[in-house]
């Protein structure tokens, strides 16, 4: 199957490690030109891009801070800069900011100071770098954007409230997205992983946790990074055409 992403750009935010890391190969592996963004790991996101280039496609790495929306501004300018457009958004960063699952922190213990800037970071980040890459998918006529959620955000997951949260946040702008952009050609979905076993993950998930997760789930086993992407570059891709507003999981299941 054509995704038809030759000639087109893609930017993914977080594309450094994990599922954004996929993500970049596959959309490079299907002929996009693709802006690897990062926060800190400028070394990854370079291995990102030389990964691409070894394989013949086309890449370049770009520092995008989701807490500073000047740095987001410029890293959508650069792109636009060196590449004259961009078609594709997958919106898939996440600032922990040191909230994590492990050791869990109860609800009571979330303390403002944690949630504020949690949620600054990973909603006002995504709605910052969408409001970035519209005007340009607008002038084309052409856009698509696909924000990487989670299942907790439908689901609920405890000790993860923020990260529920942040989530559900941004399937109210998926779906208004949908209504406001659809008739500019820009189509707009969330992708919503289970568990999935990135380096991070299978390095902080403890083995009674992967364990539980792995028979809970009706094929009895966590996804790699690797099966989360393609649902990412289809809704992506100019091949899709008819979805848009959708929340998608894909998590096995489970
Ligand atoms: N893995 C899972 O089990 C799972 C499950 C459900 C949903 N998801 C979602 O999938 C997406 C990717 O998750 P992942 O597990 O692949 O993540 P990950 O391996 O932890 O990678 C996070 C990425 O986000 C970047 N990042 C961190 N803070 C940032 C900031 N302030 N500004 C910009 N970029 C920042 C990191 O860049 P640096 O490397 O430079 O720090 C890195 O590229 C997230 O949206 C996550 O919520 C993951």
Do not use: C
């Amino acid at each position: 199957m054509d995704l038809q992403l030759s000639e087109r750009v893609a930017l993914v935010t977080g594309g450094s490690r994990g599922i954004g890391r996929a993500a970049a190969l596959l959309l490079a592996r299907e002929g996009a030109r693709v802006a690897v963004s990062y926060r800190s790991a400028a070394d990854a996101a370079a291995a990102v891009v030389a990964e691409i280039a070894a394989a013949g496609g086309t890449a370049a790495a770009v520092p995008l801070d989701l807490a500073d929306h000047e740095s987001i501004r410029s890293a959508v300018g650069s792109v636009v800069d060196r590449w004259g457009r961009l078609d594709v958004l997958v919106s898939n960063a996440l600032d922990t900011n040191g909230l994590t699952l492990w050791p869990p922190t109860a609800f009571e213990e979330l303390a403002a100071s944690s949630w504020q800037p949690f949620l600054r970071a990973n909603v006002d980040g995504p709605y910052a770098v969408a409001q970035a890459v519209v005007p340009v998918m607008r002038a084309q006529g052409f856009g698509r954007i696909v924000l990487v959620s989670g299942t907790s955000a439908l689901d609920g997951q405890p000790f993860a409230a923020a990260l529920a949260t942040a989530k559900a946040a941004l399937h109210g702008l998926v779906r208004t997205l949908t209504k406001e952009l659809g008739p500019a050609g820009i189509l707009v979905n969330a992708v919503l992983p289970g568990t999935t076993l990135t380096e991070h993950i299978e390095a902080v998930l403890p083995a009674a946790a992967r364990t539980a997760r792995e028979s809970a789930s009706p094929i009895r086993r966590l996804l790699g990074p690797a099966e989360v992407v393609p649902t990412v570059a289809f809704l992506g891709s100019p091949l899709n055409t008819g979805v848009t507003g959708e929340l998608v999981r894909v998590s096995g299941g489970l």
